[in-house]
């Protein structure tokens, strides 16, 4: 069984248009994350849900709203999606103890392509 | 400068090789370390968790030195499957912080 798994893998869409992207984990896990990983293979954090509550939320343009509906689910919606948007995006879900994030655990992830 | 910094890659190798990457951070307070392994295309997988001076699996072994904010990763006996990203990954209060990743490709 997949322990974290994302839908779609592949999204082509044209500049404006608003898209979803899914994730959902079932190894019981408490906090689930959005990465961004960009042409360049940088990976890098962009929210993270600890019990549907979000706690880290860096620098990521507003066009971008996560939502969980509960622990097992972190969902990624992006409004007027732009060129730059184009990359991959990756959830991961951990066990957070004591603000100790132990091994995260990553979804396949959705390569987006923004036209 | 960027808080988990890699060598730079790509490292090119034949099978049986030893090979050595190292990782420096620049806060002293990250808590734990992890090296992940990227294949092309693919999702970063964990390889090892390194939580105190070290950690050994088979050929692969991590180790910390907390005083230098240095790891490092030994993998020997280097098999064609190694081919692959290996990303240093810091932890800082819940977050992961990953270094650019260094490219290793094992030849026959």
């Known amino acids: 069984d997949t322990a974290v798994s994302q839908t779609p893998k592949y999204l082509v869409t044209q500049m404006g248009n608003d898209k979803s992207i899914k994730c959902e984990q079932n190894?019981?896990?408490?906090?689930m994350y959005w990465y961004k990983q960009d042409s360049k293979k940088f990976l890098k954090i962009m929210f993270s849900y600890n019990n549907k509550e979000l706690i880290i939320n860096e620098t990521v343009p507003n066009r971008f709203s996560p939502k969980s509906p509960d622990k097992a689910h972190l969902n990624l919606h992006i409004n007027s999606l732009e060129l730059g948007d184009s990359a991959v995006y990756f959830c991961a879900s951990s066990q957070v103890v004591a603000a100790v994030s132990y091994e995260q655990y990553f979804g396949p992830g959705t390569r987006l392509t923004v036209t | 400068r960027k808080e988990v910094e890699q060598d730079p890659g790509p490292f090119n190798v034949p099978e049986g090789a030893t090979v050595a990457f190292n990782c420096t951070y620049s806060n002293s307070a990250s808590q734990s370390f992890f090296w992940y392994r990227q294949d092309c295309r693919k999702e970063p997988k964990l390889l090892m968790s390194v939580y105190s001076s070290g950690n050994e699996d088979g050929r692969f072994t991590a180790q910390l030195n907390r005083a230098s904010q240095y790891i490092s990763l030994l993998i020997r006996d280097s098999k064609l499957s190694d081919s692959a990203t290996y990303l240093c990954v810091g932890n800082q209060g819940g977050k992961l912080i990953f270094g650019q990743g260094t490219e290793l490709s094992v030849k026959p």
């Open positions: 190894l019981g896990h408490d906090t």
